[in-house]
């Protein structure tokens, strides 16, 4: 069981823009996490398109927040970008290819328990995960 | 985000075990839900090792519970069959790989909702997955 690249890059970009508090560029911010750029943006393409961070194109265009720290739900964050139709594979579309679908206790168990992963998740803010912008930014300049 | 197969794979054969109330082969396990023979046996291995089941050896051989479906946690045999130490890059002994160790509130955020899908997880004891046996093995058996 593991976080999925896709959720974690795009809570290191919202982070970096919590602490920055101002436009960066995909390549910034690939370059200071040392992580691929590809994934990157097509994380911060999706992060657009969800309505979490703003693009401006050119020369001195990038990403900046559409919406304060103090706003942003984590668990909102990891329900848009986690695929958990696919956490077992009875969820979603493929039930039927299960012997005991139906008659199995399983999939109202685990659904309930995401649900509480996810709430644990919403009593967090993306400006708790910044708690020190400063020492924050340090670390990703250096 | 996916629960492992090893996870699957482990309730699948104490609920096989659970509905059946007796012993029953890999072989069997295998065949009733139709998936893979070799994966299934290292996981039953493990069952066996945990205290989850107890093994008996020959022609007449095969596993069973050791304890009581009503005394098994859900919540206790995914605590042993999944990862949870892999569950981000940050977790276990890769922290320092991440340029923010140290200074991120993701860690302590995502440790905590793993304890909430545990700990909701352990509301449910084994007997809960299989609420009406007969049915359950009518589907094992087609």
């Excluded at 959720?7 to 370059?31: C, F, H, N, P, T």
């Excluded at 994380?43 to 706003?71: C, H, I, N, W």
Aim: aromatic share 6%; with cysteine.
């Amino acid at each position: 069981m593991q976080l999925s690249l896709h959720s974690d890059y795009a809570l290191r970009i919202l982070m970096a823009l919590a602490a920055k508090g101002e436009r960066l560029s995909v390549d910034d911010v690939a370059r200071q996490y040392g992580i691929s750029r590809n994934h990157l943006a097509k994380v911060a393409q999706e992060l657009q398109s969800q309505g979490f961070v703003s693009t401006t194109r050119g020369r001195r265009g990038g990403m900046e927040l559409a919406q304060k720290p103090e706003d942003i739900r984590v668990g909102d964050v990891v329900r848009r970008f986690e695929n958990l139709d696919g956490f077992v594979s009875c969820f979603g579309d493929n039930a039927s290819g299960c012997a005991v679908n139906g008659v199995c206790g399983l999939k109202p168990a685990l659904s309930g328990a995401l649900e509480a992963f996810l709430d644990h998740l919403d009593g967090y803010r993306l400006s708790d995960l910044v708690p020190n912008r400063k020492r924050f930014l340090a670390r990703l300049v250096a």
